[in-house]
């Protein structure tokens, strides 16, 4: 007698290995994104920081202070590498921060980086 041999049952192998193609496509996607948008909370966070160094400059020029003075009290809040330009028109003075958003050095620092900055503007009360 002999003996009935059973085959296992057949697979379609056409879809061997799709998971790990999906895989492979949309890790580096995610990774993108993940790096835009801490990207995009850095450029954020300048931004806040360029306009709290605007209004520290602003107040101390409203106060009368020179301009060294108000150039002190802007750097020490700006980020590194901002601009700073305190314009005066009779009593208004207007304290402006600029900084660019990127890398400076390497390969990266030929990419277009976006400018931020912020502008406070304030009557001085040492003047009538």
Request: proline share 6%; charged share 20%; net charge positive.
């Amino acid at each position: 007698m002999r003996a009935f041999s059973r085959r296992p049952p057949e697979r379609f192998h056409g879809d061997a290995g799709y998971v790990t193609a999906e895989t492979a496509i949309v890790l580096p996607v995610l990774a993108i994104l993940v790096a835009a948008a801490l990207w995009a909370i850095a450029v954020a966070g300048t931004q806040l920081r360029c306009i709290d160094a605007a209004r520290d400059g602003a107040r101390a020029a409203a106060r009368g202070e020179s301009e060294t003075a108000v150039m002190v009290a802007a750097r020490a809040t700006a980020p590194q590498g901002a601009s700073i330009d305190i314009a005066r028109n009779g009593s208004r003075i207007v304290v402006t921060v600029k900084v660019r958003v990127g890398p400076t050095a390497g390969v990266l620092a030929s990419m277009p980086a976006p400018t931020v900055g912020a502008s406070a503007v304030v009557k001085s009360e040492a003047e009538p």
